[in-house]
């Protein structure tokens, strides 16, 4: 079975940096991309970043420019920095890794910006 396993969330500053990691387990046959998504109260899930098997990435609108998403060469870490921090980043961010049938989801790291 594939697990998926985020951390590096926790309480920063307006204006500060976190990185958060995301580490999968087991096999995915057929990788297609892992992506970064979070979820603010109040609001669904949405899209922050994805890079796919050309190393591509792509932001949603409001952390473009200040977030970056990038892969380990094996395919099996997935990272999000996260520079110049603002209070409504704050949110549970959830890492997926997709493959040809379905995506795989980790249980979530807390985000919170405040001061």
């Known amino acids: 079975q594939v697990q998926v396993v985020e951390s590096g969330g926790g309480l920063v500053q307006p204006g500060g940096s976190l990185k958060l990691t995301c580490v999968v387990s087991g096999t995915v046959s057929n990788f297609v991309a892992m992506d970064w998504w979070r979820e603010i109260p109040g609001h669904q899930r949405e899209s922050v970043a994805v890079i796919g098997g050309g190393g591509r990435p792509h932001y949603e609108t409001s952390v473009e420019g200040r977030f970056t998403i990038s892969r380990e060469k094996e395919s099996n870490i997935l990272y999000l920095q996260m520079d110049t921090l603002k209070v409504e980043d704050t949110a549970v961010y959830y890492c997926?890794?997709?493959?040809?049938?379905?995506?795989?989801w980790g249980q979530g790291t807390q985000v919170t910006v405040s001061s």
């Open positions: 997926r890794v997709v493959d040809d049938q379905r995506g795989y």
